[in-house]
């Protein structure tokens, strides 16, 4: 049976690696809002988690808060849907802190779900730069190639993931990708995008 190529790459939003830690230089007061942010959302509080998640942002006096602020704030936007939000909050937390590459993929994946494929490929390409031996961003810019019917350029790139360190399971999904290409000149169908 011929497998899509959007079932080839549905994971490219299948969660990265976990989030760099905390940078040092966050301020005691950031740190005490989001942690009231996370507890009002935990307990279905948005309109109450909101209302910290804002204050964090205001509170934050310099680039490690700001950077922490805005880039909970932006997961948490992503989760309730409101995506033209989360874009804002992470384009604040890359300009915070421009070395984060999870944020940077999380940002290219937005971009391309509204329909800004430019934007999407810069960040994307951002991202693998910052992480070189991460297969995410990688795999993002080769669902973005396919979305394009770019076949060379999403084969070079999961050729390109071959030379990194996967699991067996990951080097066979990649090989998998890589023969489905091969044997199969395009077009390629895409998801939904945002309206």
């Given at each position: 049976m011929r497998r899509s190529a959007l079932a080839l790459i549905a994971a490219c939003t299948s969660p990265a690696?976990?989030?760099?830690?905390?940078?040092?230089?966050?301020?005691?007061?950031?740190?005490?809002d989001v942690r009231r942010a996370e507890d009002a959302e935990l307990a279905r509080k948005h309109d109450v988690a909101r209302v910290e998640y804002e204050r964090a942002v205001a509170d934050a006096t310099n680039a490690a808060s700001r950077h922490f602020a805005h880039r909970e704030y932006a997961e948490t936007l992503e989760t309730w849907g409101e995506l033209d939000g989360a874009t804002a909050h992470l384009e604040a937390a890359v300009a915070a802190a421009p070395g984060d590459a999870l944020a940077w993929?999380?940002?290219?994946?937005?971009?391309?779900?509204a329909g800004d494929d430019r934007r999407a490929r810069t960040a994307l390409e951002k991202s693998k730069q910052l992480a070189p031996n991460s297969y995410?961003?990688?795999?993002?810019?080769?669902?973005?190639?396919?979305?394009a019917n770019d076949r060379d350029g999403a084969l070079a790139e999961y050729r390109e993931m071959l030379a990194l360190d996967l699991s067996e399971r990951m080097r066979a999904d990649v090989q998998?990708?890589?023969?489905?290409?091969?044997?199969?000149?395009?077009?390629?169908?895409?998801?939904?995008?945002?309206p």
């Open positions: 690696p976990q989030a760099p830690s905390q940078p040092t230089g966050i301020t005691p007061v950031v740190k005490a993929q999380h940002l290219g994946l937005l971009y391309h779900h995410y961003p990688r795999k993002a810019l080769a669902a973005l190639d396919l979305c998998q990708a890589i023969d489905y290409l091969v044997k199969s000149p395009g077009p390629y169908a895409c998801g939904p995008r945002a």
